[in-house]
């Protein structure tokens, strides 16, 4: 496995020349008082030693050791102890905690960086903390004040860790059904029974206590989600001074044996009457872990994201060591037997498309994580509205989209090895095993498209869907300079999505109940690879006014000619699948399939 590198200056790049938010962090008091652009570079500098040298390394031994689960206990890999207790000394768990509670209360932004480093280096160590970053968001923006004093500060200082105990048995994404309850107490509390299924970090011995959140419903709830409420339940319950009481009524009741993560916990939790406390308003758990999943779904989609990095880091050391075969005879190597893999055209194909994924799906992070900054931090109501509403749109094409490309360019980079790509030595059929369940979990990439194409454009009538096109239609007014035909392509692309948008809610209106179900991933789709062209223009003309070597210019250039000529065709057969609706798919009797 080759040596996992993080490509620092393409960070730097996003965040100085092409989205300048250092500037926006300026207007932003919370922001300006705990970061500056010299401050950022020194954190993501830190960050990379972090990630290349003290988790990288341990990735594939973790993976074939995985974790060892007896009487309800779990033991993590070998390595992950140690790695977990560093990062807490060096405050990561908190990063984007409010400093109210001892975090860095650094913006979304900058830890979109940092949480690609970590996913790259070892995605099943990074749930770990990852998750624990969603509790206590989800905490801090809805728990009562004598909650946040009693779980936050060890949250954040990475002594506690969180969990989202949200599936049942019965209930994968239909949380609406799930059957776990919540009874209430004299002294306040509630007591829960039931079962949650596939629950990350559901118990380990990294740290002293695990906080769960849990959905349930209360004994007077109204049917469907309507009637679920949030409450916080700790594996060991909480003296009055802050000490750790007895062992609450929660225990892990088996662990899953899955294709890839092998490091990550993923357990069967049973509730048996634990002792637990109502996380904001009676029957309004649901838009209190949505706080969260905004940012985990972002944080998913960067696992896709940081497998993807890693990948290609070991194709192209490969590609450029291993040779094979002969190129043409412009750049054959007379002085050796073979030439390097690189000469060939179908490994360039590869490649490039693994870059263009990459470095488009990095500036696509960015952007959104800037909009999640802006959306809490902007100075004005507008600016944090007009920002609120892209994070709603395109919360679910990061989690889809990022995850989607992410796992097409982990087989690529596996591709790219042939053989030696199948086997373990290399580390790339980790990578595809590890990255698959992010297309998955925290709501399948189906249900993501569904998000978008039903609740955020169809529900909103296409107004959801106008802010994005707005910013890539008036980016585009500008002067194209050299890149006038892209600049015009991805116009006509744009109009292109308004037309295919009308025509899906068209038929929405009529009363066609089956279209939207039928092209939701082909909507999404077409969403980002048209959002990724744009990207990729925004970085093409960045890099030509930056202060960045000739040979990182060229590269970006390069890089975009290739999306706009080989990757942004997809869109061309994505419209008439869009188009063609619903009725091929419903043709069918059951008993034709």
Request: contains cysteine; proline residues 3%.
């Amino acid at each position: 496995m080759a040596d996992y590198k993080v490509d620092l200056q393409d960070m730097n790049f996003l965040l100085d020349d092409v989205f300048a938010v250092a500037k926006d962090w300026e207007t932003m008091p919370k922001l300006s008082e705990v970061v500056d652009a010299d401050t950022a570079k020194a954190i993501l500098d830190e960050a990379a030693k972090l990630t290349e040298n003290l988790i990288a390394p341990n990735l594939r031994a973790a993976d074939e050791e995985g974790i060892h689960f007896s009487d309800g206990e779990v033991t993590t890999p070998k390595g992950y102890k140690e790695q977990f207790a560093e990062l807490a000394a060096g405050g990561w768990v908190g990063v984007t905690a409010s400093e109210e509670f001892g975090g860095m209360g650094l913006p979304k932004v900058l830890s979109a960086q940092y949480e690609e480093m970590m996913c790259a280096a070892d995605v099943a160590f990074s749930l770990y903390s990852g998750l624990t970053a969603g509790a206590i968001i989800a905490l801090d923006s809805h728990a009562s004040p004598e909650l946040k004093e009693r779980y936050l500060p060890n949250m954040v200082a990475g002594k506690w860790t969180g969990s989202m105990c949200l599936t049942e048995p019965h209930a994968g994404t239909d949380l609406g059904i799930i059957r776990t309850k919540a009874e209430p107490e004299q002294d306040g509390s509630y007591q829960l029974t039931g079962t949650k299924i596939f629950i990350t970090g559901g118990e380990h011995d990294l740290t002293e206590n695990i906080v769960h959140l849990v959905l349930a419903k209360l004994p007077d709830a109204p049917a469907g989600t309507r009637g679920i409420s949030l409450f916080v339940v700790p594996k060991f319950l909480v003296n009055e001074d802050g000490s750790l009481g007895e062992r609450n009524a929660v225990v892990a009741g088996s662990v899953e044996h899955k294709m890839g993560i092998h490091g990550s916990a993923t357990c069967v939790m049973n509730f048996d009457g634990a002792k637990g406390w109502l996380v904001g308003e009676p029957n309004r758990g649901l838009a209190a872990m949505f706080t969260m999943m905004n940012y985990e779904r972002l944080g998913v989609g960067i696992q896709g994201l940081g497998a993807a990095a890693r990948s290609y880091c070991t194709a192209l050391d490969y590609a450029l060591e291993r040779r094979q075969g002969r190129g043409a005879k412009a750049t054959r190597d007379t002085a050796a037997e073979a030439d390097p893999l690189l000469v060939h055209g179908d490994i360039r194909r590869m490649l490039l498309t693994m870059k263009s994924f990459i470095e488009g799906g990095r500036a696509f992070s960015t952007f959104v994580g800037k909009q999640l900054d802006r959306s809490k931090y902007a100075a004005s109501e507008e600016g944090r509205t007009k920002a609120q509403a892209l994070v709603d749109l395109l919360t679910p094409v990061a989690k889809a989209f990022l995850t989607d490309t992410g796992f097409e360019a982990t087989v690529l980079g596996q591709q790219v090895l042939g053989g030696h790509g199948y086997v373990r030595e290399w580390g790339q059929e980790q990578l595809v095993r590890d990255c698959r369940i992010a297309q998955i979990y925290e709501g399948t990439n189906g249900i993501q498209a569904l998000d978008l194409l039903g609740r955020k454009v169809a529900g909103s009538k296409g107004e959801l869907l106008k802010p994005l096109l707005t910013e890539i239609s008036t980016f585009l007014a500008g002067d194209a300079g050299e890149w006038s035909n892209e600049y015009g392509e991805l116009a006509i692309l744009v109009q292109e999505v308004e037309r295919i948008t009308g025509e899906v809610l068209t038929q929405v209106m009529q009363g066609d109940e089956n279209i939207i179900n039928s092209v939701a991933v082909e909507y999404l789709h077409l969403i980002g690879y048209v959002t990724y062209g744009w990207l990729w223009l925004k970085m093409a003309r960045a890099a030509e006014s930056s202060d960045y070597a000739e040979s990182f210019v060229q590269a970006k250039q390069k890089t975009a000619k290739f999306y706009f000529a080989r990757i942004l065709p997809r869109v061309y057969g994505l419209m008439p699948s869009i188009e063609a609706g619903a009725k091929e798919l419903f043709a069918f009797e059951q008993d034709e399939f």
